[in-house]
Structure formats: structure tokens, C-alpha cells
């Protein structure tokens, strides 16, 4: 088969696309897994690599239990009112490893989101908002009667 | 391989809410077996939910993610006949898919 002009452009013109589309990638949040926050094993460490420590906001709803009898499965619901809300975290300080989930949130999703963690012993726990590049966060203490991470 | 995925999904006044319960260990890698020894981690690291083909919602998730994990949340929108799917993957590489066609 020959390559005639024709085809040459429209090659040239599908490879710009898949181009422009690449170069698009780095304005949505997070597209891969920030395994290194993870892994972080403080606090401290983990907010380094979040980019500082949060500033505390109200327009953060953070719904924990304030005593959890069992550890392993503690409800939290996070919904946040700060405009442009792109990320949600949950963090527990007193847990081995303190960032447990991270929620990346496109338009047309409510930032908004409700699961089960496991709570190893009573722990502050961090929801972390990221909005406009910001970080903002809301605090609530969990007591732990029985450990999430026991045999 | 664990159990199946059960997905709901209900679209009320323009929006539609979504409630998943996953089926998994989610090993933290922590924890020790009666004889001392280390169990390997073995949960679920990266979830991915779309609307038909748009991403509504990425979740990644370390080990103090709950067994069986839970997820709720909401999107605007969602129409009859819209397909929602939740993906996982874990860090052995092993993934499950769910679908549900809205009503």
C-alpha cells in the first residue's frame, strides 16, 4: 500500500489529538496511585509529600463514630462544601501506615463519599480536602475499645 | 477468588447514588498468623467507577481500607438504561468488574 498525501495528513492529525490529549493529562488530579503516601509512616512524612500541612476548615463534613467497639470496621462520610474539590483523604494519625484512601473527584461527582476503615487504636482521624491546589482538612477523634489490626 | 461485587444504583430528582460492597481480604501486610508468621498484604489498591465511558469516581486505597470494603457515593446525573461499572484492582494484580444498568 502506498502512502498517499491524503492518508499522511490524517495520520499527521490523529497523532496531534493523541498528542493534545497527553499534554491535557497532568491538569486532572492524581492519575496514578501516590504509592510513596502510602507507604509514609508519619504524619509528618505524609504531609510533606501532600504538599504541607492542611489548613482546618468548617466547610468540611466529617461524620466518624466517637467510640468504635470494633476497629477493624469503623464508618466515615466525608462532604466537603469548598468550591473546586477535586481530592478527598482519609487519614489516621495512630494507624502504621496513616493515609488509608484517597478519592479523586471529576466534574459532575458530588464531593462526597462514605466507606469502612480499619482504626488500629484510638486515633485522630484526618479527612483532607484538596480544592484549587489547596489542602484544608477536618479532625475527629475515634476511641478504639477493640484494635483493627489485631490477630 | 473472593465472592461477586454487589453494586446499587438509584437515580432520584437528577441524581444518582451509588453503593458498592466489594469482596476481599484487604490484608494490611501487618498482621501476623497463629504461628508468628507475617500474612502477606493483599488488598485492593486502585478502584475505578464510570458512567457509560466517563470516570465519575478513582479511589486508591491502601491496606486500613475495611475487609469487604464499602464504598457510597453520589454522581449528577444518570439517565435509564446508562450503564454504571466499578472496577478494582489489588496489589497481586488480581481485578473484578461489576456492572448495573440504571432504572
Not at chain 1, 107 to 136: C, E, F
Amino acid at each position: 500500500m502506498t502512502t498517499t498525501r491524503r492518508r499522511f495528513l490524517k495520520l499527521g492529525g490523529a497523532m496531534l489529538g493523541t498528542l493534545a490529549t497527553a499534554a491535557l493529562w497532568p491538569l486532572q488530579a492524581l492519575a496514578a496511585r501516590p504509592d510513596d503516601a502510602f507507604r509514609s509512616k508519619t504524619l509528618t512524612d505524609l504531609e510533606k509529600l501532600l504538599g504541607g500541612k492542611p489548613t482546618e476548615s468548617a466547610d468540611i463534613d466529617f461524620k466518624t463514630p466517637d467510640i468504635a467497639e470494633n476497629g477493624a470496621v469503623v464508618p466515615v462520610s466525608i462532604e466537603s462544601n469548598i468550591p473546586g474539590t477535586r481530592e478527598i483523604m482519609i487519614l489516621v494519625e495512630q494507624n502504621p501506615n496513616p493515609l488509608s484512601a484517597v478519592f479523586v473527584i471529576p466534574d459532575g461527582t458530588r464531593p462526597a463519599v462514605s466507606t469502612r476503615i480499619k482504626v488500629a487504636q484510638t486515633s485522630n482521624l484526618i479527612a483532607v480536602v484538596k480544592a484549587d491546589g489547596q489542602l484544608y482538612s477536618a479532625t475527629k477523634e475515634t476511641k478504639v475499645t477493640l484494635g483493627g489490626c489485631g490477630g | 477468588m473472593a465472592g461477586k461485587m454487589r453494586v446499587r444504583a438509584r437515580t432520584k430528582n437528577g441524581i444518582t447514588e451509588v453503593k458498592a460492597l466489594m469482596s476481599h481480604p484487604m490484608e494490611t501486610g501487618l498482621r501476623k498468623d497463629t504461628d508468628g508468621n507475617p500474612i502477606p498484604a493483599h488488598h485492593i489498591t486502585d478502584v475505578e467507577v464510570k458512567l457509560n465511558d466517563k470516570v465519575v469516581l478513582t479511589a486508591y486505597w491502601g491496606g486500613s481500607v475495611s475487609q469487604n470494603p464499602f464504598l457510597s457515593f453520589e454522581i449528577e446525573g444518570g439517565e435509564a438504561d446508562d450503564t454504571l461499572s466499578i472496577m478494582w484492582k489489588d496489589n497481586k494484580g488480581e481485578s473484578q468488574t461489576e456492572q448495573v444498568t440504571l432504572k
